[in-house]
């Protein structure tokens, strides 16, 4: 009687498994893919800013001067990703196809990208640029 009713309990999850799948398939959640990606980018972002551009800071002694140039720049970025989950949260997917959100997804993401992967090289550039007039 234990293992019937067992049996019944996991066709009935099978069966409403199986109806999510079909109904996830059919909507993308493109709010929480632009989330995944600020999250990611932010990620690489503050790696790149630690170990690539802290290399480039010489700093004579202990100063903490470095480390508190990293906080602002992490912090720059920051309203950028929100700017763009925030638009994303907020689009109405009702007005838009399906194919037209992926283009507009698939722009947003190359400039989230740019934005992560190419201003860490544009600040080491501005250090070495003071550096050199100093």
């Known amino acids: 009687m234990v293992a019937a009713a067992s049996r ?9 498994g199986a ?18 990606n600020c ?7 503050t ?5 690539f551009v802290l290399s480039f800071i010489n700093s004579k002694g202990m100063s903490i001067a470095p480390y508190f140039g990293l906080v602002l720049l992490v912090a720059i970025i920051i309203p950028f990703c929100r700017k763009f ?5 907020n689009m109405d997917t009702a007005s838009f196809s399906e194919q037209s959100l992926a ?6 993401q190359i400039t989230l990208w740019i ?17 050199s007039i100093l």
């Open 8 to 16: 019944k309990s996991v066709s009935k999850q099978a069966t409403n």
């Open 19 to 36: 109806n999510e799948d079909v109904q996830s398939t059919h909507m993308v959640r493109w709010d929480k893919k632009m989330s995944n």
């Open 39 to 45: 999250a990611a980018a932010l990620l690489v972002y």
């Open 47 to 51: 790696l790149m800013q630690i170990f």
């Open 85 to 89: 989950e925030k638009r994303w949260e």
């Open 103 to 108: 283009a507009r997804f698939r722009t947003d």
């Open 115 to 131: 934005l992560a992967l190419g201003l860490p090289f544009l600040f080491v550039g501005l250090i070495k640029a003071v550096g």
